[in-house]
């Protein structure tokens, strides 16, 4: 498995409780094996071996055991021996993503994302203002209200007016729609360096982020490879890259198709990639040239990249390269679309997205 390390478990550390250990590990080869239960334990089994993770008192058959009797797997066929991943497990692996590569996050009634807008918004803030007809009344701020009210009118003539009242100043909380577009190109695996199983547990993490702490926000997930396709938040474990080469443009298209149909005018695309742009569709055929950066492939890019600006969906790339000529194409991108990107590696990724997705400012329209 070149290309990935695995950290959960330190050799000697034996404190806690051993099934919880061995699912942390187990769940990282889940992902890295797209959902393969079977080639998973396998792996388990063999670091097992190497790194004594199961005891005499609780056995690899015991683990296997447990994590059907919790419901983490389910057999896949009834005339079939093998097992597959149960929703419960699916859910446990975006929650294991998000406090991987976010933290620890609290769940918040209300969408986050700030505006600079003040009036009838749904987060209070330190200051205050005199009441104004139209104001919501949990705004109320109690204490400075009686004071006034005693202040104006004393103790003996006591009375509470309009005039009295302060509320506390608020900002909107705007939603956000959000297409996460996730390169499945083979060159996500390229020279033996796994790219695509990071993009998988960002693209996890930022659903169980929204799922959680944004409930109002809408997500909307695509692959692209030669062509482009929407995929569900269960799928995502699963992806596999594929013999194909990156088609930006079907990527983009799909991407604003989507937003199209969400009534929120608050909208954003996260692109994650390693690689330029080198096949289009031309009618039924493909145009493909993974040679340098192909002139037709490339201005058909940017003239995406425009028609999202003129739309006002900015896009963020974050851009799993450093080679020069990819930054320069990916700064081209950027300037044409007025969007953002990111030249991170593959540690830092999940880092660049969650600091964007919750510095992103939402816009208030009337």
Not at 192 to 220: C, F, H, S
Not at 267 to 291: A, E, H, L, V, W
Request: aromatic share 10%.
């Amino acid at each position: 498995m070149i290309g990935w390390q695995f950290s959960e478990y330190v050799p000697g550390e034996h404190e806690g409780n051993t099934f919880e250990q061995l699912l942390k590990v187990f769940q990282d080869l889940l992902v890295y094996t797209s959902g393969d239960v079977r080639e998973a334990l396998s792996w388990l089994t063999e670091l097992d071996k190497e790194y004594n993770l199961t005891t005499e008192e609780y056995g690899m058959a015991d683990f296997i055991q447990d994590l059907i009797d919790k419901g983490y797997i389910q057999q896949a066929d009834p005339q079939n021996p093998g097992f597959s991943p149960s929703k419960k497990m699916e859910i446990a692996l975006r929650q294991k993503a998000l406090e991987d590569i976010f933290g620890m996050l609290k769940k918040s009634k209300r969408g986050n994302h700030n505006t600079n807008y003040s009036g009838l918004g749904d987060e209070q803030t330190a200051e205050k203002r005199p009441y104004r007809f139209g104001d919501k009344l949990d705004n109320i701020a109690i204490s400075d209200s009686l004071k006034n009210a005693y202040i104006n009118n004393g103790l003996d003539d006591f009375q509470l007016t309009q005039d009295d009242l302060e509320v506390h100043e608020t900002y909107f909380q705007s939603q956000m729609s959000t297409v996460l577009m996730i390169d499945i190109s083979h060159s996500m695996i390229l020279y033996g360096e796994d790219r695509i199983t990071p993009a998988k547990k960002v693209a996890m993490a930022l659903a169980q982020l929204i799922n959680t702490r944004y409930p109002k926000d809408t997500l909307d997930i695509i692959v692209f490879g030669n062509d482009a396709w929407q995929i569900e938040v269960k799928d995502l474990p699963y992806l596999q890259v594929g013999p194909y080469h990156t088609n930006t443009v079907a990527g983009l298209e799909l991407a604003m198709d989507l937003l199209r149909r969400r009534r929120n005018p608050n909208k954003q695309i996260f692109m994650i990639t390693d690689g330029k742009p080198t096949c289009i569709k031309r009618g039924k055929n493909y145009y493909k040239n993974s040679f340098g950066l192909d002139k037709k492939i490339v201005n058909r890019t940017l003239n995406l990249a425009r028609r999202c600006r003129k739309l006002q969906i900015p896009v963020t790339t974050f851009m799993i390269a450093r080679d020069p000529y990819l930054v320069r194409f990916v700064d081209q991108f950027t300037n044409a679309n007025n969007g953002k990107a990111f030249y991170s590696s593959l540690q830092g990724l999940g880092e660049f997205i969650f600091k964007d997705y919750k510095s992103n400012k939402g816009r208030r329209h009337r």
